[in-house]
């Protein structure tokens, strides 16, 4: 962690962060990962909330998200949908959760503690606002070798009962972050048959 910084956006780092998501969604559709224009309009609309770590000049990981409000007797939700124009114009300074539109770390620097690092950002971020906690939708990415005996949502739930180890939802869990549901059609992506877990972390102290 020694070389690395981490700060916010800023617009010069778009094509960077865009080049990234790519990297760390190899698997997903394009069209629904963050784009060059879609990370400039973040950095307009609420650069506060989205974190870069930095080796040298090379963005190697980054932690987005946009404020709202949520429904939770009505969860279900696409990523595109629940986001917005360039998956940050529904962003709302007064909701009351911080949703996690991305969070991606480059392959080669994976399991140093920057993802961690981006979720810790998260939360000091939404304690300093006083928001009720972090909302996401949760990658199962490592569900292909369980195809044959389970469906996703099937998966989701061994995961989150602590049978199976996934590398993105266990880590998650252990952030903190509880699986509370499973989203369906959530990000186009054949390796996790779209789905996504919906998975909510609670602020110690929210005083809403
Ligand atoms: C999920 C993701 C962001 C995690 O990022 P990361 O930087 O590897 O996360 P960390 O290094 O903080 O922690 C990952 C694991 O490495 C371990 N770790 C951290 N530092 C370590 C070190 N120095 N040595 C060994 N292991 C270490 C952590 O304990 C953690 O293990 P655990 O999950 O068993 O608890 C990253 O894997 C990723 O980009 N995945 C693809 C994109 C994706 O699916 N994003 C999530 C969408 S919901």
Same mark, same amino acid.
């Given at each position: 962690?020694?070389?690395?910084?981490?700060?916010?956006?800023? #617009?010069?780092?778009?094509?960077?962060?865009?080049?990234?998501?790519?990297?760390?969604?190899?698997?997903?559709?394009?069209?629904?990962? %963050?784009?060059?224009?879609?990370?400039?309009? $973040?950095?307009?609309?609420?650069?506060?909330?989205?974190? @870069?770590? /930095?080796?040298?000049?090379?963005?190697?990981?980054?932690?987005?998200?946009? %404020?709202?409000?949520?429904?939770?007797?009505?969860?279900?939700?696409?990523?595109?949908?629940?986001?917005?124009?360039?998956?940050?114009?529904?962003?709302?300074?007064?909701?009351?959760?911080?949703?996690?539109?991305?969070?991606?770390?480059?392959?080669? $620097?994976?399991?140093?503690?920057?993802?961690?690092?981006?979720?810790?950002?998260?939360?000091?971020?939404? /304690?300093?606002?006083?928001?009720?906690?972090?909302?996401?939708?949760?990658?199962?990415?490592?569900?292909?070798?369980?195809?044959?005996?389970?469906?996703?949502?099937? $998966?989701?739930?061994?995961?989150?009962?602590?049978?199976?180890?996934?590398?993105?939802?266990?880590?998650?869990?252990?952030?903190?972050?509880?699986? @509370?549901?499973?989203?369906?059609?959530? %990000?186009?992506?054949? #390796?996790?048959?779209? $789905?996504? #877990?919906?998975? @909510?972390?609670?602020?110690?102290?929210?005083? /809403?």
């Amino acid at each position: 962690m020694a070389d690395l910084a981490f700060g916010n956006l800023t #617009a010069d780092l778009a094509a960077r962060c865009a080049d990234l998501e790519r990297r760390a969604f190899p698997t997903a559709d394009p069209a629904e990962l %963050l784009s060059e224009a879609d990370i400039t309009a $973040y950095a307009e609309t609420f650069p506060e909330g989205f974190f @870069v770590c /930095r080796d040298g000049d090379a963005v190697v990981g980054q932690g987005a998200g946009i %404020l709202l409000d949520f429904d939770f007797d009505h969860p279900q939700h696409t990523i595109a949908g629940i986001t917005g124009e360039h998956q940050c114009g529904n962003h709302d300074p007064d909701g009351d959760w911080y949703y996690g539109t991305d969070i991606a770390v480059d392959p080669e $620097y994976r399991r140093r503690g920057i993802g961690r690092h981006l979720y810790d950002l998260r939360k000091d971020l939404v /304690r300093r606002l006083d928001k009720r906690g972090i909302i996401a939708g949760g990658h199962p990415d490592g569900y292909e070798p369980h195809r044959d005996r389970m469906s996703v949502p099937e $998966y989701i739930a061994e995961v989150a009962a602590g049978r199976l180890h996934d590398n993105t939802l266990s880590f998650q869990i252990r952030q903190g972050f509880e699986i @509370v549901g499973v989203l369906e059609g959530y %990000l186009t992506d054949p #390796a996790t048959d779209d $789905y996504a #877990a919906l998975i @909510v972390w609670l602020s110690e102290t929210p005083s /809403r």
